[in-house]
């Protein structure tokens, strides 16, 4: 089962990305940006990080990146694709996905464990979690505010797509705590925080039980594994 | 040099931290009468030749698509300058 991950320059979590989806049981294939061949892969993660240096806006520029280009007519026939902080200010910017993403309320970089809330647990990222299942993983961003007008929201609110919301703590301002979406078909999904950071114990967030040993992340990637295999 | 001026700007209703934290700091400087400053974008393209209406249009066309983001900004003006 392959997962693709484009590399754009100035991605920082390709790697990691590349081994969640290793820990989940899947074969990662790096892609770069400047490649439309994106090498037959079943999925495709849009990592974390500062693509073309935020220049513009962030992710304006990597949306027009020849991976992405492929990316956007794939998703279109179902191919599953999710974009992590950097990665969802690309769906954003290439229209897979609604709304828009400005600087945090308080304008400070925030980094720290979130908790969210599962809202959606039928899309290709998300089918392995409980409905409403409040799970930690890290988030990190300086510019995730996410906005839209009035009628999108209603729209995502009606339609069941919001993916996740933030728990306890709005982090950025988002509007209706909103921390990832999903596409209507639920193949394409977006979020801030960033479940590659949360896949392995000893490394991911601390829990009630042992320090570092969230892994709340890993089941973003096994169930899009799981969704290939049974396709 | 031909070029073409695409000026941008953050949407009205949207907080502008870059035009607060310089209008917090004209205020700093007594420039009291200063009610608020917004910051936005001015973005030049170059020309090897003459500007056609077709390369207005086709600027039109990026400032809305490209350069801007409608969500979050407005295309202020989209102007030829020799």
Known sequence: MKIGVITYPGTLDDRDAQRAIRLAGGTPVPLWHDDDDLKKVDAVVLPGGFSYGDYLRCGAIAAKAPATKEVIRLAAKGLPVLGICNGFQVLVESHLLPGGLIRNEKQHFICRDQKLRVENNETAWTSLFEKDQEILIPLKNGEGGYIATDDTLKMLEQENRIAFRYVETNPNGSMNDIAGITNERGNVVGLMPHPEHAVEAGFGPDTPTAMRSGIDGLLFFESVLKMVVNS | ?82
Do not use: C, Y
Request: hydrophobic share 40%; no cysteine.
């Open chain 2, 1 to 82: 040099m031909p070029k073409i001026i695409v000026e941008i700007m953050p949407k009205q209703d949207l907080l502008d931290p870059q035009g607060k934290a310089v209008a917090n700091s004209l205020h700093r400087e007594g420039k009291k009468e200063i009610t608020a400053v917004r910051i936005g974008k001015r973005i030049e393209l170059h020309f090897d030749r003459e500007i056609t209406d077709q390369d207005l249009e086709m600027a039109r066309d990026q400032a809305a698509n490209f350069l801007s983001n409608d969500v979050i900004e407005d295309v202020v003006a989209v102007t030829k300058e020799d």
